[in-house]
């Protein structure tokens, strides 16, 4: 993971639509990213509608992302959950089979879908990715579907 955030972008008076899908485990984390994305977002999209939807855990995102894409207009889909590393191969396992499901909706959907699921060692390390502000995966989420967003619209032109 990087260790510093993507600029704002500049902010846009486009009216765009995002759905953001998050994981009900670990409701703290998720909740911060969460919150950082719609504060980042509101301060770069002011006129963005955000619906959020809630799934039972990272594993449940990606099915939730998919039908997403297929119902109504979208400009990006943002996929949030936080996986702990344990004892076994689970988290991995679980990670890995995320990360595969969310690129191939993305490809296969042409709308861009903002990976945040994301795989830790340990809950210092998902603390200062979901509720610090310094290294905010939610705030970079958002400045990230912004910029894909704009990006898609210019490609199609």
């Known amino acids: 993971m990087a260790n510093i955030l993507p600029s704002r972008p500049r902010q846009t008076s486009s009216r765009r639509s995002f759905t953001l899908i998050a994981s009900q485990y670990h409701p703290t984390l998720v909740d911060g990213l969460i919150?950082?994305?719609?504060?980042?977002?509101e301060a770069i999209?002011?006129?963005?509608s955000l619906t959020v939807h809630r799934v039972p855990?990272?594993?449940?995102?990606?099915?939730?992302?998919?039908?997403?894409?297929?119902?109504?207009?979208?400009d990006a889909v943002v996929a949030f959950g936080v996986i702990i590393e344990g004892e076994t191969a689970h988290a991995s396992l679980v990670g890995g089979a995320v990360?595969?499901?969310?690129m191939q909706i993305s490809l296969a959907s042409r709308i861009?879908?903002?990976?945040?699921?994301?795989?830790?060692k340990n809950e210092e390390q998902a603390r200062a990715r979901c509720l610090d502000d310094?290294?905010?995966?939610?705030?970079e989420a958002a400045r990230i579907a912004v910029q894909?967003?704009?990006?898609m619209i210019d490609i199609r032109r």
Do not use: C, W, Y
């Not at 919150?35 to 977002?41: A, D, K, N």
């Not at 861009?112 to 830790?120: D, M, R, S, T």
């Not at 894909?148 to 990006?151: D, L, V, W």
């Open 35 to 41: 919150s950082h994305f719609q504060r980042e977002l």
């Open 45 to 48: 999209s002011p006129d963005a």
């Open 57 to 74: 855990g990272s594993f449940e995102v990606p099915l939730a992302v998919q039908e997403a894409t297929t119902r109504g207009k979208v």
């Open 99 to 102: 990360t595969q499901s969310l």
């Open 112 to 120: 861009p879908v903002i990976h945040e699921v994301l795989l830790v």
């Open 134 to 139: 310094n290294l905010n995966r939610g705030t």
């Open 148 to 151: 894909m967003a704009q990006a």
